[in-house]
């Protein structure tokens, strides 16, 4: 997370900046991790994480109702910050 926010580099071995307050548990730093994404991103991450690990695409664009040129950017995101 503070990787992301720019906040702390890995270059070997890595310390905490004063005054940096770690998230309690796992679930705050994916939750602060998913507020953090634009609307759309979060709204068809919600509704993957209510479908499941894995689901076709082409049912995925039957249940946002969203032609597959609008939903295929947002997909690509939300699968790069798996990478992350």
């Known amino acids: 997370m503070l990787v992301e926010q720019g906040r702390l580099r890995r270059e070997g071995r890595m310390a905490l900046p004063p005054g940096i307050q770690l998230p309690v548990t796992v679930q705050a730093v994916l939750a602060a991790r998913i507020d953090r994404l634009p609307a759309d991103e979060r709204a068809l991450l919600q509704t993957m994480a209510v479908i499941g690990y894995r689901c076709a695409r082409r049912l995925l664009l039957q249940i946002v109702a969203q032609p597959e040129a ?3 950017p947002r997909l690509s ?8």
């Open 70 to 72: 609008a939903m295929s």
């Open 77 to 84: 995101c939300c699968i790069a910050l798996e990478s992350i």
